[in-house]
C-alpha cells in the first residue's frame, strides 16, 4: 500500500544486488507511520503501514487506542499479602483501565479494550486483537510482584516495559510522564521479549504499576481513589 492518505509513504524501493530477496524501503519524509504488519495470503505476500492520527493539542479525536487488564477470568495474576482472601492482581488491572479508559474516551478518542470483564483470553488472543484491530497504541495494564523470598518492602515503584527499539520513545513517554503526574521517582523503561509487546502493528509497551508483593503498595492499590488517580495519570500520559 504505497499511498497513506495525501502522502507517498515509499518515496524508493530498491533491491540488494546479491540477495534477491532482500528489499530496501526508504520512506517519504512526510510519511508519518507507526506501524506495520506483514502477511502471506494466497501466494502473495503483502506489507501494509499504518499512519499515525493527525491530532490536535486539545482533542485526541481521531485516535484509537487499544488498553489491555492484565490476566482475568481463572488467570489471577499476582497475589497480595492476603493470598486468594484479597483484591487480586487481575481485579486492579480491570479497574485502573476502566478510569484510563473513561479518561480517553473523554479527550475525543476511541478506546478498545482487550477485556472488559472478569474473562480470560490466552496471550495469542490477545495479540490477534492488537494485529486485528490496528490501533494507534497499545497498553497492557499490570501489577508487579517478587518472590517471597525476597525483600518485599523493598520493591517498589511503576516499570515500563517494551521489545522493540521502535517503542522506546512511546515507553519513556509512558514511564516518564506516569512518574511526574503521581510523584514517583522515574525508572527507566526497560527492554523484554513479552508477548504483547512484541509486536509490529503499532507501538505497543507493558506497564506495572506497583508491587502487589509489597503491602505498603498492595494497600495502596485496593483503594478505588488511588486506582482512579493512577488510571487517569496512565491516561494523561
Known amino acids: 500500500q504505497p499511498s497513506i492518505g495525501p502522502v507517498t509513504a515509499i518515496k524508493r524501493v530498491s533491491q540488494d544486488s546479491d540477495k534477491d530477496s532482500v528489499f530496501k524501503l526508504t520512506f517519504d519524509s512526510k510519511a508519518k507511520v507507526n506501524g506495520y504488519d506483514l502477511t502471506y ?54 479497574q485502573i483501565a476502566q478510569y484510563t479508559k473513561a479518561y480517553l474516551e473523554n479527550k475525543g478518542a476511541l478506546v478498545l479494550m482487550n477485556r472488559s470483564d472478569d474473562t ?27 518472590d517471597n523470598t525476597a525483600d518485599l518492602t523493598k520493591a517498589s515503584g511503576t516499570l515500563v516495559f517494551y521489545t522493540f527499539e521502535k517503542d522506546a520513545t512511546f515507553a ?30 503499532c507501538p505497543t509497551a507493558l506497564i506495572e504499576t506497583k508491587f502487589m508483593s509489597n503491602p505498603d503498595d498492595y494497600e495502596w492499590l485496593i483503594q478505588p481513589a488511588n486506582q482512579k488517580t493512577l488510571g487517569q495519570a496512565i491516561g494523561q500520559a
Request: proline fraction near 6%; charge should be positive.
Open 172 to 201: 519513556e513517554a509512558i514511564s516518564t510522564a506516569v512518574s511526574q503526574s503521581m510523584g514517583w521517582p522515574g525508572t527507566p523503561p526497560r527492554s523484554s521479549n513479552l508477548a504483547l509487546t512484541r509486536t509490529t502493528t
Open 41 to 94: 495470503t494466497n501466494g502473495e505476500l503483502l506489507l501494509s503501514f499504518k499512519q499515525a492520527p493527525q491530532l490536535s493539542n486539545a482533542s485526541l479525536k481521531g485516535a484509537r487506542i487499544l488498553l489491555d487488564a492484565g490476566h482475568g477470568g481463572s488467570d489471577t495474576g499476582a497475589l497480595g499479602p492476603a493470598g486468594i482472601y484479597g483484591p487480586q492482581e487481575k481485579d486492579i488491572n480491570l
Open 120 to 146: 480470560a483470553s490466552s496471550l495469542a488472543q490477545r495479540v490477534a486483537t492488537i494485529k486485528n484491530t490496528k490501533p494507534d497504541v497499545a497498553l497492557s495494564i499490570h501489577a508487579n510482584s517478587v
